[in-house]
């Protein structure tokens, strides 16, 4: 079994920064894309950045400038170094990763359950 575990999310004021973290725990044979997406009160979960087994990077027009995506692949972690946090950062932050169990297997999709981050005075 495959579990997505973050980690890194919390209060934190404007202009503020946090770091996330996800660590891919289970039986895997190999991941490739990892990354972060986000779900606001209301609002369509979003894709906030994603990086390739080769440190190929997305992020969203909105993040650009201010978040870092960045893993670890010896220990199948990702991470979210977020800066100038903006209220409108507020959201439920969710890591997937796209793995293969074994070496015959599919890749498949993996989600986290999700860190809270607020950005609020």
């Known amino acids: 079994q495959v579990q997505l575990v973050e980690s890194g999310g919390g209060l934190v004021q404007p202009g503020g920064s946090l770091r996330l973290s996800c660590a891919v725990s289970?039986?895997?044979?190999?991941?490739?894309?990892m990354g972060w997406y986000r779900q606001a009160a209301g609002k369509q979960r979003e894709l906030v950045a994603t990086?390739?087994?080769?440190?190929?990077?997305i992020l969203a027009d909105s993040v650009k400038g201010r978040f870092t995506i960045s893993r670890d692949n010896a220990k199948n972690t990702v991470y979210l170094q977020m800066s100038t946090l903006k209220p409108e950062d507020t959201a439920v932050y969710y890591c997937?990763?796209?793995?293969?169990?074994?070496?015959?297997?599919?890749?498949?999709?993996?989600w986290g359950k999700g860190t809270l981050v607020t950005v609020s005075s």
């Open positions: 997937k990763a796209d793995a293969k169990r074994y070496n015959y297997s599919p890749t498949l999709t993996y």
């Open positions: 289970g039986s895997i044979f190999n991941i490739n894309a």
């Open positions: 990086i390739t087994s080769g440190d190929s990077t």
